[in-house]
């Protein structure tokens, strides 16, 4: 399947029981008014996951603002949602621009799990088509989730400090290009950019109505870095960096890694006194 599907192809499985669907959405400014919106309405069938409590591990010290998830308690939460490893097709969905659904997609097969997918357009695609939405939370369910976890994935902020200045590999800055050149900085407590890397905007994947830009033009995105190149991408904090990912599989550029922690990571070895 497509990393990517259609509302009109997702309202023909809701009857699937090899699909169960993910509510992605989360405003990093106000980190309780996804769920709000998911208990206001959502996909009929869909369970809610919150970037924070469930795509991410707590704050630490180092890290970033989003660590990954213990594996365990991810593995439990799709087991919830009655997700069965290598085989239920979890479908992701925000109305962002793909923003946190994406960070679904690239988590899902980090732990091993290919099955996944994103609904181009989101929410407001699915709702300007008047497909069904409901009030009613689905009923937990039971899976069986057996995480696998891909290190070779990710990189550290150790590892990134001695890969990134080598002739082989690429640093890509996914965040807006104010921030990468620190004219602006709304979150973290330093503006700025990681040395060497190269500013690619996570929002030039998508149209402004948060629909996927064409193969074509994905491909004509990347088309400065060769294939041979190792690619390290990053944002604030490992989550806009995955729309990034996203485009670099579909222009046939799979194997690109994260930087999980990023900018936020970054500065907290790096504050100015």
Known sequence: MNPVVSAEWLVNQLDNPQIAIADCRFQLANPQLGRNQYQESHILGAYYLDLNLDLSAPVGENGGRHPLPDAASFAAKMAAM?????????????????????????????????????????????????YPVTTDGPAAKTGEFIPQVQPHWVVDYQELLKRKDQPTVTLIDSREGDRYRGEREPIDPQAGHIPG??????????????????????????????????????????????????????????????????????CSYHLLP
């Not at 994905?218 to 690619?231: A, C, S």
Request: aromatic share 16%; with cysteine; hydrophobic share 45%.
């Open 82 to 130: 009655g997700v069965e490893w290598g085989k239920t097709w979890v479908i992701a969905y925000d109305d962002s621009a793909m923003a946190f659904a994406a960070r679904l997609w690239w988590l899902l097969r980090y732990f091993g799990h290919e099955q996944v997918a994103i609904l181009d357009g989101g929410w407001s695609g699915w709702v300007n088509q008047s």
């Open 197 to 266: 890397a190269m500013n690619f905007p996570w929002r030039d994947v998508c149209t402004t109505d948060g629909y996927l830009r064409p193969l074509a033009e994905q491909e004509q995105r990347w088309q400065t870095i060769g294939t041979e190149q190792e690619i390290i991408v990053y944002c604030g904090s490992g989550v806009t960096a995955c729309v990034n990912l996203l485009s670099l599989e579909l222009a046939g550029i799979p194997n690109a890694k994260l930087y999980v922690g990023g900018w936020s990571d970054w």
